[in-house]
């Protein structure tokens, strides 16, 4: 049954702007087709030119799908220049390239999702509506995981941390911080996980949602990363620990309750 909230929702996804990125003409035209059947306002650029136009000139923007082989660059360079720029609109790629060392290497770009080409409208539909939906909440505070995990307004604090997951608001030492979607959602996971040694494969399956990866490292790169931003030394974590030969674990306070 739906509640109230949950119509709210589904009007606000339905009514969102998707940017198509995709320079094979059939395939462009149809997906604004189907999307716009959905409801959704659609958006197409043919390049990565053109879509950093239609990022700057159009409306709001609420989730791009993007192609990874265009005419003048790549996707996934695309999407790293966005993350570095501080946008943050959702990102679903698509590619023929659809093996998992593609994947990892789209998830670490910043994408939000990745889809093989050829796909099924059903499953690419059903993704685009999960992303809309899942910024909806982030937006609005509604995720009852979210606080349930982080506190009433889902927060994080630890050091000399504050991760506010709803705005996406991060401070360490005093000074705001940039985080991609995947750092912030390797922090959350964390936070719902405390003191608990995590494996790499557990890691890559709860929050990059692969399985049976073959390349683990990907995990390495972004431990690396926050104990850069939140370790006082990050040669020496506090918060950030490994364990050889099984993960890493998340340790809030510096009390030696590890």
């Not at 043919?46 to 239609?54: C, D, G, K, L, T």
């Not at 509506?129 to 927060?155: F, I, V, Y």
């Not at 506010?164 to 000074?175: C, S």
């Not at 995947?182 to 399985?211: A, C, I, M, N």
Request: charged letters at 25%.
């Amino acid at each position: 049954m739906s509640t109230g909230d949950d119509t709210s929702t589904e009007v606000a996804t339905a009514a969102a702007t998707v940017l198509v990125v995709e320079d094979e003409a059939h395939l462009a035209a149809g997906l604004k087709l189907n999307l716009e059947l959905e409801g959704y306002r659609v958006l197409n650029a043919r390049s990565v030119r053109e879509a950093a136009a239609q990022l700057v000139n159009a409306a709001p923007i609420d989730l791009i799908l993007l192609d990874i082989m265009l005419p003048d660059g790549d996707g996934y360079e695309f999407c790293r220049q966005l993350r570095a720029a501080g946008q943050f609109t959702p990102v679903i790629m698509l590619t023929a390239r659809g093996t998992a060392e593609e994947r990892v290497r789209g998830l670490n770009a910043g994408a939000d999702d990745y889809l093989p080409k050829p796909f099924a409208l059903p499953e690419l539909l059903a993704r685009v509506h999960s992303a809309l939906r899942r910024r909806q909440w982030l937006q609005s505070g509604a995720s009852s995981d979210l606080q349930d995990a982080t506190g009433a307004h889902g927060t994080l604090e630890f050091g000399a941390a504050q991760i506010n997951f709803d705005t996406h608001e991060v401070t360490a030492f005093g000074k705001p911080l940039r985080l991609t979607q995947l750092e912030l959602d390797l922090l959350y996971y964390f936070s719902q996980h405390p003191r608990r040694v995590l494996t790499r494969e557990k890691l890559l399956e709860g929050v990059w949602k692969l399985r049976n990866a073959p390349n683990t490292r990907s995990v390495d790169n972004f431990i690396v990363r926050l104990r850069k931003y939140f370790e006082t030394q990050p040669d020496k974590p506090v918060h950030f620990l490994s364990h050889r030969g099984s993960g890493y674990k998340f340790v809030p306070s510096e009390d030696g309750k590890t």
